[in-house]
């Protein structure tokens, strides 16, 4: 996996210990994601939003795809859509992803790195693999996650923040026993490079077979914790998860995880993220890409979005060949929100 890695973990600076006296949180739930189909029809491990989504507060959904070895030609990506209301970021662990978007920007997300976009108002885009993934094919392994904005920020410009795999803030477990990647917000008094809109922290750690992670937890956040690969147990009461399940914890101080002694040799560590927020306790109303606080913003937003005042696909960009190699254009101009579906790449 090359999201990043490090050859001495005892060289990085150290999370500390939780303190005796402190609650360490109670599981609350585990989740096995759901599997559906996005886009052009690749297949994504969806642990939320489901029936509770308020326990997710203030994400709103976890796409979790791969990992998978992609034959010649099989790499699918999702075509131009909208979104209005909250914020993607998206972690590409292996492989890469490309994106456009209706203000002329585009990038390139590979390999350990993250872009948060805040679509706020609003913004069309795609989501596409390179060529170069398509033709070949080859492992892609990413995530991506929605967090939502509250009413006061839904309308706020759409802004990137591209965060190198070289910038997260990398912190090892007290022991050594395991990295951990922070992408934003803060941890143990450890700040990484994302800037969120609400407080949030977001990281990816690698849990060694049989080693242990404490992390002091902020008691106003929400605590959540998905196993991408391998299998553990979580909190004091060592509850069994693994790969595509998602714990969510209780109230307390801190977060304990643990990886199993014995792993896949598939999966040799435990892989984890942790995703922690204030929650935003807003009404939500979610419809396809868009998220708002009532109805009325959604049917606004689907106005909006048809008569184009959520930008213009750029004409510079129909260069089906670049995009798509040899499957030809999968480009729909009229596509609309899904009406029946919540989410979507
Ligand atoms: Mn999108």
């Known amino acids: 996996m090359p999201a990043v890695t490090v050859d001495n973990l005892l060289a990085l600076p150290r999370l500390a210990r939780l303190p005796g006296g402190g609650r360490v949180r109670p599981v609350a739930g585990v989740v096995t994601a759901r599997v559906s189909l996005e886009g052009e029809g690749f297949q994504v ?5 489901g029936p509770e989504l308020a326990i997710a507060d203030p994400f709103l959904l976890l796409d979790h795809i791969g990992a998978v070895e992609y ?12 979104h209005r209301g909250f914020e993607t970021v998206t972690y590409m662990i292996d492989g890469a992803l490309e994106h456009h978007d209706s203000t002329g920007g ?40 929605w967090v939502n904005l509250p009413a006061a920020l839904k309308w706020t410009p759409p802004r990137y923040q591209d965060i190198g795999a070289k910038a997260v803030t990398l912190l090892a477990a007290f022991d050594g026993g395991a990295l951990v990647r922070l992408i934003a917000g803060e941890l143990d008094g450890h700040r990484g490079p994302g800037v969120t809109h609400t407080p949030i922290a977001y990281a990816h750690a690698t849990i060694y077979a049989g080693s ?24 004091e009461e060592r509850r ?7 714990v969510a914890f209780g109230n307390g101080d801190g977060v304990v995880i643990e990886a ?25 109303v979610f419809h396809g890409p868009f998220v708002m606080n009532t109805r009325q913003e959604i049917f606004q937003a689907i106005r909006d979005y048809h008569a184009g005042r959520m930008g213009q696909i750029p004409p510079t960009r129909f260069d089906f060949s670049r995009l798509h190699g040899d499957r030809g254009p ?10 029946e579906k919540a989410g979507g790449a």
Do not use: C
């Open 240 to 246: 069994p998860f693994g790969e595509g399940q998602l």
């Open 106 to 145: 585009g990038g390139y997300i590979a390999d350990g790195a993250t872009q948060w976009m805040t679509a706020g108002a609003g913004i069309l885009h795609d989501e596409v693999p390179p060529a170069w993934l398509v033709q070949k094919g080859g492992l892609f392994h990413g995530v991506q996650l």
């Open 71 to 82: 034959a010649p030609g099989e790499a699918k990506g999702a075509p131009w859509h909208p």
């Open 330 to 339: 999968a480009i729909d101009h009229e596509t609309g929100p899904d009406e």
């Open 212 to 235: 242990r992670l404490e992390l002091a937890w902020p008691r106003h956040f929400n605590a959540l914790v998905y196993a991408l690969a391998g299998r553990g147990r979580a909190g």
């Open 45 to 49: 491990r969806r642990p939320f939003p």
């Open 260 to 284: 199993e002694p014995v792993q896949d040799s598939r999966a040799p560590a435990l892989e984890v993220l942790l995703l922690g927020g204030q929650p935003i306790r807003e009404p939500v």
